[in-house]
Every structure is written in C-alpha cells, then in structure tokens.
C-alpha cells in the first residue's frame, strides 16, 4: 500500500516544509519510512547545496511532478478550452488526479499571434481560449489540480506563435498573475541554433531569473528538444556546469520522444545521468505515449506499458499523451499501477540506471527507500518469449551480499512473481514476452539471514 511518505497527496510538495509536515506523522509510525525520509532529507540538502546561487531555488519538485500534456493527445490542430476542462474531469473520474496526476499543461498553441498592442503581454488565442487562461487556472485550482503553460527562448514558438526572447520579466509576471504552476520553455526559432551552449544557457537562465523575481512559486522544466534532429543527445542540459539543478526542475536529455526508436533513445541516454538528478531537479526524456487511438501519436500496448516501466525506474516526470476522449481500460490500467507509480515517487530520490544489456534485452533497476530494488526486465526480441537473467555481473550493481534471500513481487500481477524467492548472486530468469514488452519486479530482503 501506498502512503505519504512514499507519495505526496495530490501531487507535488511545494516545499521542504511541507514535506516535512506532511511526512511526520507517517514516518513516526514506521522506522523503514522514517529511514527513507532521512536519506530524502540527506538527498535534498545535497541536492541544494551543489546548486548554488544561479539556481530556481524555488522549493518545487522534491519528486517528479505527474500530470498530463496536451501535445501528444491533441497538438496545434485539437487544442482549446473544452478539450482542455474534458481532459481535467476525465482525469478526476478515472481516479487519476487522486493518484497524483495533478499538473495539467497546456502546450504550443495556446498563444494569439500578436502580443498585446499596449502592454506586450503575450494573450491567449480567444477562439481557443475564450474565457482566457487566467479563468481557466482558476477552474483547475478549484478541481485540486494546478496549471502548466508553454513558451519559447526564442523569437517564435516552434509553431511560429510569439517566443520569450527579449520578454522574460514580462512573459513571468503575466504566467505568474494568471496562477501558472508550471512553465515549459521550448527551444525553437533561437538566435543563434539550437545548440549555441552559451546562448541557451543565457537565455534559458534569463526565464529562470525571472520566474524567480515573478512572485509566485512556478516549476520550471527546460525543453531542449525544439529544432533538433530526432535522434539528438542533449544530455549536456544536464552535465555542463550552467544545467541541471542550477538553471531548471526538469530538463529533456534527448529530442522529443514520438516513436519506440526515439523514446528507447531518451532512456538510455537519461540511465547515464542518474547522478545528475535529485530532489528539486529531474532529468526528462519526455512525456508518456498512451496506446489509446486517435491521439496524435502513440505507441503499441506492450510499448507504452514498458515506457511507463522504464520512466519510473529512471525517476522521470510522468506526463500523459494519451486521448483522454478516447482513454481506454488498458491506458488507464497502466498509469493507475499504485505499486508502480511508487518506484516513481520513491522518497529516496535516487534515479536508476541500466544494469545489464544485450542485443534483444534490457534490465532495468533503481534503489529505493528501505533497501528495496526495482527492475525492469525488457524483451525487444521479435521471435518469441525470451529468458532475461539476471546474473553475477547484474547481481553486483545492486550491492546485496552474495547469498541475500529476497522476495521477489510482481508490481503488474500484485502478487509474488512466477518465481517468488532469488538469492543475491545466483541467476534470476524471468520470461518476458516479445516486441518491446517487460516484467517489473520488486526486490525486498527476506531476513537478514545469508544463503551460504
């Protein structure tokens, strides 16, 4: 079962005080919780201290935010005011917002084509928005979710809507005056290509700066991934020096992940940058893909399952694409997983990583709080269920000592796996079916008792 110390209620902390609050009385009645939130606190202390002064110290994203996006459902062409209000009741009757999916984000195309003539505040397309965004965040706030909106560093948006160059202060008090929780900043039309460094980090910084002197408390997530090459590693937006922690609460390592090629790119490239990733600041290789039809784009049922797998072994920011007027049972089953959603929302606040690969086969695995591991069993193959074994060499990167009985857990059966006990050191065989699905299991101490 899940709880607060290992998911906020409603989504997101918005600080460290209340996820201290909130976790107490919680972590008072259980020493493993109690242990979990100490490393947290550890974590995030860490986590603060590396930034420095140049960072969105703003006390947001101690875990990943969830939520949904409007690009991958309904992009420039289905984008308005009623898709947007239908896919927030959506949202609270199929129980997700109560899970924790709370942020809902309005993506490109929500803009009018002209700024304000007097004031060059940017507007909202009235045809699209006719109420505006303001009232549209007030209908959200008062349905417990909290509102996310979109720009660009550059001059136009990358569907040639007014960009934020040269209007970072103005563009972050109108988010802030509206009661935006959540700005994207995207990458396209910059002044100088998407990947001047130094431009980049400038002018992503500036709309940091801004949003920081806005008033209001906004997370702020850096999308690189405007005008590049669909095969792109933008890993450096979390390994130089000006990234990371120190400019945003989430940037994208990879361009946009919109078939299984690009998004099984954005996962590898994000299990390399494990360390670069904690509480206030996650690594991002882009939103959800839903197998649900008619959304702009999707993926195949066992595909999206293991992306929503692998995402929350590597910590990411957990966005839905899928149709929400179309959501079916299987979408809705899998982004509902409790048990998986809590690797997640893990407070240990530790990414995960690769631990073992092969030509057809990938294994997964992340720490979490207490001692536990989760993994992720891959099966690429196309000929058939295969064996993927976890052996001495995977066995090493998880830290248990050899001989360590553990109970293994299904989290999508919820039940002891098909093979309920390993012991650290000895192959661990699991039967995955073909085509890029995957078996998620979860690892905990039986006793301290070793096998010898």
């Avoid at 009232?135 to 136009?156: C, N, P, Q, V, W």
């Avoid at 600041?281 to 999707?298: E, H, I, K, Q, T």
């Avoid at 079916?328 to 959603?341: C, H, I, P």
Wanted: hydrophobic residues 40%; negative net charge; contains cysteine.
């Amino acid at each position: 079962s899940s709880s607060i110390c290992s998911r906020p209620r409603g989504g997101l902390y918005g600080g460290q005080s209340e996820c201290m609050a909130a976790c107490r009385e919680s972590c008072a009645a259980s020493p493993s919780r109690a242990a979990g939130f100490a490393q947290t606190l550890v974590a995030l202390a860490f986590s603060v201290a590396v930034r420095g002064a140049a960072a969105l110290d703003n006390g947001l994203g101690l875990l990943p935010p969830m939520g949904y996006n409007t690009w991958n459902a309904l992009g420039c062409e289905f984008l308005d005011e009623a898709a947007v209000r239908h896919a927030a009741e959506m949202l609270i009757h199929s129980g997700l917002r109560d899970l924790g999916y709370t942020y809902i984000n309005i993506d490109d195309c929500w803009q009018d084509r002209m700024r304000e003539p007097t004031t060059g505040a940017l507007r909202p397309d009235a045809s699209r928005f006719p109420s505006g965004i303001q009232a549209l965040g007030e209908y959200l706030h008062k349905r417990g979710f909290k509102l996310g909106i979109y720009t660009d560093r550059g001059s136009m948006t990358c569907q040639g809507l007014p960009g934020s160059l040269g209007h970072e202060e103005l563009d972050a008090r109108t988010f802030a005056s509206w009661g935006v929780d959540y700005l994207k900043e995207d990458n396209c039309h910059s002044s100088s290509g998407p990947n001047d460094k130094d431009a980049a980090f400038s002018q992503f910084g500036k709309m940091r700066d801004a949003l920081n002197s806005s008033g209001r408390r906004i997370f702020f997530d850096v999308c690189g991934g405007g005008d590049q090459l669909p095969l792109a590693n933008l890993s450096y937006y979390a390994t130089d020096e000006r990234g990371a922690g120190r400019l945003a609460n989430s940037w994208r390592i990879a361009a946009d992940c919109i078939d299984p090629y690009t998004c099984a790119r954005a996962g590898l490239i994000s299990a390399t940058l494990s360390a670069k990733a904690g509480p206030g600041g996650f690594n991002n290789p882009d939103m959800l893909l839903g197998a649900s039809p008619f959304s702009v784009r999707r993926l195949s049922r066992e595909r999206s399952r293991t992306q929503f797998n692998i995402w929350a072994i590597l910590m990411a920011p957990l966005f839905l694409g899928a149709n929400m007027k179309e959501f079916d049972l299987y979408d809705l089953q899998t982004y509902s997983n409790g048990e998986v959603l809590a690797v997640n929302q893990d407070v240990l606040v530790r990414q995960g990583s690769v631990l073992a690969e092969s030509l057809f086969s990938i294994i997964w695995g992340r720490e979490l709080a207490g001692g536990d591991w989760a993994l992720v069993f891959q099966n690429d193959g196309l000929l058939g269920p295969g064996n993927i074994t976890c052996d001495s060499h995977c066995w090493a990167r998880l830290g248990f000592p050899t001989g360590t009985r553990l109970s293994v857990r299904d989290l999508w059966l919820h039940a002891p796996a098909e093979q309920p006990e390993a012991v650290a050191g000895e192959d661990y065989s699991v039967t995955v079916p073909p085509f890029g699905a995957s078996a998620m299991l979860r690892l905990s101490r039986l006793s301290d008792a070793i096998i010898t």
